[in-house]
């Protein structure tokens, strides 16, 4: 059974892992964990969306097809019958996001280059950095000096913040995890490094993170799969 560890020991195993990410996906879906583990493809009601709200989402040889109740007839005739492929180019929806956890036995904190200062923030610490700009998928404030983001692990050269890799609540358990490096010092590995080792300081903590990138995204994707992530779950993100 993969485990992964800390110097106090064991801190989570991969099924646990699965597990909390699966009631996670089931909460919002509105559907069960035992749905996502069969064969198949379930329309369920999400009674928790009012309206227009339609997700097709897939794991292992399950989709799930989580609707309000106002796009249950049209999502039904339009998607009833179909294949994955076909459902995922229906007219009804837009986007694929493949979603990514951490693959234990390949998540070890990695040294730091001495080139380059590296450091952690987190809560109120944040408002030191609310005056950077550029890291979108990672860092940002609105007008009111707020940011959704919880801990972020930057570096810093020449006393420029040049990469983030950050991680948001999603849950009491679950994080999800986002990383910005600026042009000149991509390809470096710097990306990989910052989540590999921002995703074992959660993985310590009792905290499940994951990464989400688009289908376009492939360098996106590439940094998720070096960074010892493995895909487990896609879904749609827009309603036409």
């Known amino acids: 059974m993969e485990t992964a560890e800390s110097d106090g020991g064991v801190v989570m195993q991969q099924s646990e892992i699965k597990e ?8 919002s ?23 227009g709200y339609l997700k097709i989402l897939s794991i292992k040889d399950t989709n799930i097809i989580s609707l309000s109740e106002d796009q249950e007839e049209i999502g039904k005739s339009l998607l009833v019958g179909k294949n994955r492929d076909e459902m995922y180019e229906s007219d009804l929806i837009f986007g694929q996001t493949i979603h990514y956890i951490p693959d234990i036995k390949n998540i070890q904190k990695q040294p730091y280059p001495v080139t380059c200062t590296f450091s952690m923030y987190e809560g109120n610490e944040l408002m030191e950095l609310r005056d950077i700009t550029g890291f979108d998928n990672s860092l940002v404030f609105d007008e009111n000096g707020h940011t959704d983001t919880d801990i972020v692990l930057y570096a810093r050269k020449d006393g420029n913040i040049f990469a983030i890799a950050s991680a948001s609540n999603v849950t009491e358990t679950i994080m999800e995890i986002g990383v910005d490096v600026k042009k000149e010092y991509r390809e470096k590995g710097l990306a990989s490094l910052l989540v590999k080792n921002l995703t074992a300081v959660l993985l310590e903590r009792k905290k499940v993170p994951f990464y989400s990138a688009s289908v376009t995204n492939l360098a996106s994707q590439a940094v998720a799969i070096r960074s010892g992530y493995m895909p487990f779950w896609t879904d749609t993100y827009g309603v036409r």
């Open 20 to 27: 909390i990410i699966c009631r996670y996906i089931a909460d």
């Open 29 to 51: 879906l509105n559907c069960t964990v035992g749905q996502l583990e069969q064969e198949g493809t379930f329309f369920i009601r999400n009674e928790k969306e009012e309206k």
